[in-house]
């Protein structure tokens, strides 16, 4: 079962505490400069944005069908099965296409390094497949950010809705966004006001499946092209062929 | 005339200087210092001119070797070696820009051992590598011939209706994959310019584009090289280039048309004043003019018709990938004077490599063939290419 994490925007206390376990999860530097930057970028994966007493938190949404995944021209990106996308370094070739093609804009690049890498939100893998918590979800002090079973914590979400109504936007961003993700969110306000794509532009389609129904014809494609293109050079020389020979019987013909 | 000489010459030093600095920048400072890339615009110029209107302006190739060799169109044989050629130095260059543009170049073949076959950009990737090798063969016997190796020509006859056919396959599925690269950013790209009829609008318009360079090239190099210019190859090819657009045209307005937006693209907006832009160029001028019979008669008429084609189909290759993102992004992009300069270097290299080809290699029909062909016109497409002539039959 795939694993996700939950932020009820309605509980955190904007004390940017995950932020700071995410930077000494994944060995960044983090300081009061770097806590006060309010966008994420190849050394914030995650950030707390405040906005009139309200705070937001944005990282990876970890779709359940990555576009980041399906674009990437060497598979640099994969979905694992516990719930993380990953990305192995060692194959990327630095395309970037895994930038523009994601609806949450995650991927963020090391443009002053002369060996760049992607960089993003990964889901502390390692801490995930050996059955602990996220560094973010352990830190929080409120619970705001919780870590589980996706399943489970949509029911859970469902719930916090059900019971203070007035509370919560009646929806949970993320359960059928691009076909899902395992990030979930919970708010009073509307998520798109901190920079999240509208769900109604972004759609419940999985990304992939906007290249994949031009990329699943070509195996059709390419044998049913060639013999066309085949037949035509067939057609065409064949004419010639005949002429040349039709002229060579005329000639014949008449000499007899 | 030797006073204009040395002035290219100069401009050609000076641009070739400044690409060196940037390349240095490029190599030694990274994409962050040499570009005006960022994480909201991660694909720039580079994309957006040198891989997508590169591999665009290289489409003559495949245009004019399918309309000779597939449909046996026997009158356009002499432009068939320019416009291979062209072709072939427009992916060399392509490789040369992306090698610019990649973050990690030296992975570059990376792609032919962690394959996925779900990524559009490995398509297009394992396309154009196998199209340059095959625009290698389609190249090299004007190499051979040129030292006199006839046994190995023998070869590639044996071989070239392969060879045309996997070259027009493979022109097919990536210049349209060009295209379907974008189709996974709907919420991103503009609507003007995000159809899910990409792949078949990025095709049309490089047949356009191919037909209109083909036309360019030939009237360039008969300016440059002092050569006889063949009418009526211009004249025909200027027909096919008055069809193709009329059917781009059409490809674009029912894409409009049942997308409801005809009455978004004629109300004033900063997309809009792009797309009018594109439009004019791509459309209405060169529409137009290749209306009137004395312009498609005319050397210069369709010199001037081809160069608006050219610059319609680059503006809107540009939109795709550059204007239909500032409105999300919510800034606008524009290159660093150190991209405009890797960009030109990359052209200017196109444009002396061509120069360099023409002077050593046969790449153009003797000038007495030439004039031969004007007087008998059936005689002299077999006499003015001796090789590739009956390289198909």
């Known amino acids: 079962?795939?694993?996700?994490?939950?932020?009820?925007?309605?509980?955190?206390?904007?004390?940017?505490?995950?932020?700071?376990?995410?930077?000494?999860?994944?060995?960044?530097?983090?300081?009061?400069?770097?806590?006060?930057e309010s966008v994420q970028s190849e050394h914030k994966y995650t950030v707390v944005m405040t906005k009139d007493?309200?705070?937001?938190?944005?990282?990876?949404?970890?779709?359940?069908?990555?576009?980041?995944?399906?674009?990437?021209?060497?598979?640099a990106f994969h979905k694992t099965k516990e719930g993380p996308v990953v990305y192995d370094v060692w194959k990327c070739i630095g395309c970037r296409y895994c930038m523009v093609a994601c609806a949450f804009a995650?991927?963020?690049?090391?443009?002053?390094?002369?060996?760049?890498?992607?960089?993003?939100?990964?889901?502390?893998?390692?801490?995930?497949?050996?059955?602990?918590?996220?560094?973010?979800?352990?830190?929080?002090?409120?619970?705001?950010?919780?870590?589980?079973d996706r399943d489970d914590l949509i029911k859970e979400a469902q719930a916090r809705i059900r019971d203070n109504p007035s509370n919560y936007q009646p929806r949970i961003y993320g359960l059928h966004e691009v076909g899902g993700t395992c990030v979930l969110i919970l708010s009073s306000m509307n998520v798109e006001d901190y920079g999240y794509p509208a769900s109604a532009k972004i759609g419940d389609t999985p990304m992939p499946e906007y290249t994949g129904r031009v990329m699943e014809k070509i195996p059709d494609f390419i044998p049913v092209w060639s013999l066309v293109l085949g037949g035509i050079y067939w057609i065409s020389h064949r004419r010639e062929e005949v002429a040349e020979a039709e002229a060579e019987e005329k000639k014949n013909g008449s000499a007899r | 005339m030797k006073i204009k000489l040395t002035f290219w010459k100069i401009v050609f030093l000076v641009i070739m200087a400044m690409g060196l600095y940037s390349t240095f920048v490029r190599y030694f400072h990274g994409l962050g210092a040499v570009s005006n890339m960022n994480d909201q615009f991660p694909w720039g110029l580079w994309i957006g001119f040198d891989c997508l209107c590169g591999v665009m302006l290289a489409a003559g190739g495949f245009c004019i070797v399918g309309a000779v060799y597939l449909f046996n169109?026997?009158?356009?044989?002499?432009?068939?070696?320019?416009?291979?050629?062209?072709?072939?130095?427009?992916?060399?260059?392509?490789?040369?820009?992306?090698?610019?543009?990649?973050?990690?170049?030296?992975?570059?073949?990376?792609?032919?051992?962690?394959?996925?076959?779900?990524?559009?950009?490995?398509?297009v990737g394992m396309c154009v590598m196998a199209y340059t090798t095959v625009l290698f063969f389609e190249f090299l016997p004007n190499v051979l011939e040129r030292f006199h190796l006839t046994t190995p020509i023998k070869w590639i006859k044996r071989v070239y209706p392969v060879l045309i056919i996997l070259g027009i396959l493979l022109?097919?599925?990536?210049?349209?994959?060009?295209?379907?690269?974008?189709?996974?950013?709907?919420?991103?790209?503009?609507?003007?310019?995000?159809?899910?009829?990409?792949?078949?609008?990025?095709?049309?318009?490089?047949?356009?584009?191919?037909?209109?360079?083909?036309?360019f090239e030939s009237t360039q190099s008969a300016k440059a090289f002092g050569r006889h210019l063949e009418l009526p190859v211009l004249v025909n090819l200027g027909g096919a280039l008055l069809v193709a657009l009329w059917v781009n045209a059409l490809l674009r307005f029912e894409d409009y048309f049942h997308r409801?937006?005809?009455?978004?693209?004629?109300?004033?907006?900063?997309?809009?004043?792009?797309?009018?832009?594109?439009?004019?160029?791509?459309?209405?001028?060169?529409?137009?003019?290749?209306?009137?019979?004395?312009?498609?008669?005319?050397?210069?008429?369709?010199?001037?018709?081809?160069?608006?084609?050219?610059?319609?189909?680059?503006?809107?290759?540009?939109?795709?990938?550059?204007?239909?993102?500032?409105?999300?992004?919510?800034?606008?992009?524009?290159?660093?004077?150190?991209?405009?300069?890797?960009?030109?270097?990359?052209?200017?290299?196109?444009?002396?490599?061509?120069?360099?080809?023409?002077?050593?290699?046969?790449?153009?029909?003797?000038?007495?063939?030439?004039?031969q062909r004007h007087l008998r016109p059936e005689a002299g497409s077999v006499v003015s290419t001796p090789v590739l002539g009956h390289a198909g039959d």
């Not at chain 1, 694993?3 to 300081?31: F, R, V």
């Not at chain 2, 090698?99 to 394959?115: A, E, K, N, S, V």
């Open chain 1, 106 to 148: 995650q991927p963020k690049y090391e443009w002053g390094s002369l060996n760049p890498r992607v960089r993003k939100c990964v889901m502390c893998p390692d801490r995930v497949v050996a059955g602990k918590q996220t560094a973010c979800a352990e830190i929080c002090p409120t619970g705001a950010t919780k870590f589980g």
């Open chain 2, 73 to 123: 169109v026997e009158r356009l044989h002499s432009v068939v070696r320019p416009a291979v050629l062209t072709a072939f130095l427009g992916y060399l260059l392509f490789i040369v820009g992306l090698l610019f543009d990649l973050g990690r170049p030296w992975y570059i073949w990376h792609q032919l051992i962690y394959m996925n076959p779900h990524s559009v950009m490995f398509e």
């Open chain 2, 260 to 371: 409801g937006l005809l009455g978004q693209i004629v109300k004033p907006s900063y997309e809009a004043y792009f797309l009018w832009l594109e439009l004019t160029l791509a459309f209405v001028i060169p529409i137009t003019m290749l209306s009137f019979k004395k312009v498609r008669l005319s050397p210069n008429g369709l010199y001037l018709a081809s160069i608006f084609t050219v610059l319609g189909f680059i503006t809107n290759r540009l939109n795709v990938s550059l204007t239909g993102f500032e409105t999300y992004v919510g800034h606008h992009y524009v290159p660093k004077w150190t991209e405009f300069s890797v960009t030109l270097m990359i052209i200017a290299m196109g444009f002396a490599l061509f120069g360099v080809a023409v002077k050593y290699l046969p790449i153009f029909p003797e000038e007495e063939h030439a004039v």
């Open chain 1, 1 to 36: 079962m795939s694993k996700a994490l939950l932020y009820d925007a309605t509980m955190c206390i904007g004390c940017k505490q995950c932020e700071g376990a995410c930077a000494q999860q994944n060995k960044l530097p983090y300081d009061d400069k770097v806590a006060a």
């Open chain 2, 171 to 215: 022109s097919t599925l990536h210049q349209s994959s060009l295209g379907s690269l974008y189709l996974i950013m709907p919420s991103k790209l503009h609507p003007f310019w995000y159809t899910p009829a990409l792949p078949f609008l990025f095709f049309g318009s490089a047949i356009a584009v191919g037909l209109a360079m083909t036309i």
């Open chain 1, 53 to 75: 007493d309200k705070f937001m938190r944005r990282l990876c949404m970890h779709c359940e069908h990555p576009a980041c995944a399906s674009v990437c021209p060497v598979g």
